[in-house]
């Protein structure tokens, strides 16, 4: 079983930067990525970043690509989300997962464990 708990959501105006963090807790061991994912009013929930726990691989959406960095404290099970030059188009809960079953990075199902998500809100 594995907890996870995000935090750093906020309201910036466009052009701001945020960070998100996610916590993990339980047996984080057999996760092969760690995910962010986000969700807007009306919209489909999507991959934005995922990163593989076990190296140093990255993938993200081209939507946030340059913009958005995931990164990961082996040592403190936490993933963060830098987020810079944010659009009123990231506006979105977000929110972090745990894969274990590995496949593409992206794909929702692949992800057993969820957060509650935090609110990320950027205003024009």
């Known amino acids: 079983q594995v907890h996870l708990v995000e935090s750093g959501g906020g309201s910036v105006q466009a052009g701001g930067s945020l960070r998100l963090s996610c916590a993990a807790t339980g047996y984080t061991y057999s996760t092969i990525y760690m995910g962010w994912f986000r969700q807007a009013p009306g919209k489909e929930r999507e991959g934005v970043a995922a990163i593989r726990t076990g190296g140093s691989s990255t993938y993200y959406a081209d939507s946030v690509k340059g913009r958005f960095t995931i990164s990961q404290d082996n040592a403190k099970k936490t993933v963060y989300l830098q987020m810079n030059n944010l659009e009123p188009e990231d506006t979105a809960m977000y929110y972090c997962?745990?894969?274990?079953?590995?496949?593409?990075?992206?794909?929702?199902?692949?992800?057993?464990?969820w957060g509650q998500g935090t609110q990320v809100t950027v205003s024009s």
């Open positions: 997962a745990a894969n274990i079953d590995g496949g593409i990075w992206y794909v929702r199902g692949r992800y057993k464990y």
